[in-house]
């Protein structure tokens, strides 16, 4: 048992035990390592200006992602490598980022510039996870998408974005090059087989290396919460005070890792990221892939897992919708072993789970939707990316000919928790698909729902969506199908 964690920062190795292990990353690089070259704005994941990159072992080599250091506690990062803006440095020079940023006058006041420009690494570094080029070339789309989690509030994006653009590629040299993997590879190795025990002022921290000690240490510690991209429960630790007495971290527990198709099910282990799940689902699943596309933040998706979107519990999160209309089955495993419940029944209410204390959720098993189904998802929020959503929708729609032969309808953000809406799918299974059909459903979907007012959007305005989502969904599936056609 270890009672410290170990990780590196820009190449030199950190050994980190009691009270300092609850601390932020951002925290402890400008406070404890006066590396203050990572600058902290809003301390809740949607700026980027502490954007470090965070290499965890993959195969025989570190590979790198960007991450926002303000919600990266350092009781998750044992065994990893953070590089920060000062550990891009080639030679004590800046590297070809840093002079294009100059070049393209990318900075005025310079508080959101180290941000840029360690996202913009994973653009250009092949040890960096993350599509690198759009069609074999680096666009302005393919700038926009890797910024997508970094906010500049003066200079303006148009230099920001030139300057990424206009990058010399050839003069990169990679995080490989700047810090060889062999002495880190062999250490993560080496501790990540030993759990962590921390105790301090109180809190208690848990890194088990499997599922069972991770389950008997939940339930000897009831209340543990467990922590895995700790993009919900970081910022509520930040912005709300919130401090939980017994935490736990599964990053060294190997098992959680594995993304598989098994008999036409996906299956997606716990600790799985938004970003590994987003890559793997392209061509499985395009509406899924096409959904968590605009889904947060790169930053955002590297740490955050779907297990922990699913137990945030959320009426509206993202990505629950399309595993209600899919009949996706949530694996937990507790100290009796592992169930599976439906997701249908997983809420009980307003962020309540049918899961008990020792229960942790090791798996999602999601149905590939078929040849004859047709899979839509929907996000409203007021801006395309990086928001939280108005409301949500998910349908899954079985046809025969131009009959529905069957249809799931799942809706977010018009209750407290998400809903199917039976009544709805009742009337329409049977039909002629068409837009009359898909207008009655409309209000019969109102009827279904009782959305609030809040400061996302008026009741009202959820109602009129209720409605219009069919008709949207109806007029998709014939533009499709004329394209289809063509
Ligand atoms: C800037 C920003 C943007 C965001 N954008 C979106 C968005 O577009 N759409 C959206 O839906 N959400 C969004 N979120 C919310 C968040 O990123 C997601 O809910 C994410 O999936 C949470 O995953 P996590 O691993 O980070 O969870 P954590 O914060 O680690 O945990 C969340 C909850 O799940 C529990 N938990 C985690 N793992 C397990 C497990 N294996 N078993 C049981 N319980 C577990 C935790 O104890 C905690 O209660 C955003 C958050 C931020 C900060
Ligand atoms: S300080 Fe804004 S994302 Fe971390
Ligand atoms: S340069 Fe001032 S916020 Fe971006």
């Known amino acids: 048992m270890r009672d ?18 609850f601390m932020p990353l951002s925290s402890y690089l400008r406070y404890v390592k006066q590396a203050t070259g990572t600058k902290v704005v809003c301390e809740e994941g949607d700026c980027g200006a502490c954007t470090v990159l965070i290499g965890r072992l993959k195969g025989e080599e570190v590979s790198y992602k960007p991450l926002n250091s303000c919600i990266q506690f350092l009781y998750q990062l044992d065994c990893s490598h953070i590089v920060t803006v000062e550990g891009l440095k080639v030679d004590g020079q800046l590297n070809a980022i840093q002079e294009s940023m100059v070049d393209c006058h ?77 002495h880190m590879v062999e250490t993560f190795k080496r501790q990540s087989k030993t759990p962590i025990y921390i105790e301090a002022e109180g809190r208690k921290f848990c890194n088990p290396i499997d599922v069972a000690s991770a389950v008997e240490f939940k339930s000897k510690n009831p209340g543990t919460v467990i922590v895995s991209g700790g993009t919900d429960v970081c910022v509520n630790c930040n912005k709300r005070a919130y401090a939980p007495q017994s935490i736990m971290s599964l990053s060294n527990v ?50 955050g897992t779907l297990a922990g979107n699913i137990a945030n519990a959320s009426p509206i999160a993202d990505t629950p919708p399309c595993l209600f209309v899919t009949n996706a089955e949530i694996g937990l495993t507790g100290t009796k072993g592992t169930r599976f419940v439906n997701m249908n029944n997983l809420y009980k209410g307003y962020k309540q789970l049918d ?123 014939v533009s499709e199908k004329e394209l289809a056609c063509r």
């Open 106 to 182: 990318g900075a005025q006041c310079g508080y959101c510039t180290p941000g840029f420009i360690v996202a913009m690494q994973s653009i250009y570094d092949k040890s960096c996870e993350g599509p690198k080029t759009c069609e074999g070339k680096v666009t302005e789309q393919c700038v926009k998408d890797a910024l997508t989690g970094n906010l500049c509030r003066c200079t303006g994006y148009e230099s920001i974005i030139k300057a990424g653009m206009e990058v010399a590629a050839n003069e990169m040299v990679s995080l490989h090059k700047l810090y060889p993997s062999a």
């Open 355 to 477: 899961m008990t204390a020792d229960e942790l959720i090791s798996e999602i098993r999601i149905p590939i939707p078929k040849q004859d189904e047709v899979l839509k998802l929907y996000k409203v929020s007021k801006r395309k990316n990086l928001d939280i959503s108005t409301f949500t929708a998910a349908m899954l729609m079985r046809k025969s000919g131009n009959k529905i032969e069957s249809i799931r309808i799942a809706y977010g953000g018009v209750a407290a928790v998400i809903l199917r809406l039976p009544k709805t799918e009742a009337f329409l299974t049977g039909k002629e698909i068409s837009e009359d059909t898909f207008r009655a459903a409309g209000e019969i979907a109102r009827g279904e729902i009782t959305p609030i007012s809040d400061v996302r959007g008026s009741s009202d305005f959820r109602y009129q969506l209720a409605e219009n989502i069919l008709l949207k969904f109806f007029h998709d599936f």
């Open 254 to 303: 190997e098992k959680m890792q594995e993304l598989k198709v098994v008999d036409g099910v996906l299956h997606v282990c716990g600790k799985v990221t938004l970003t590994q799940l987003e890559e793997y689902v392209k061509d499985l699943i395009p509406e899924l892939h096409r959904m968590l596309w605009v889904f947060g933040s790169p930053q955002i998706k590297n740490a």
């Open 4 to 21: 410290h964690l170990v990780f590196y920062i820009n190449g030199k190795e950190q050994r980190v035990s009691g009270s300092q292990a």
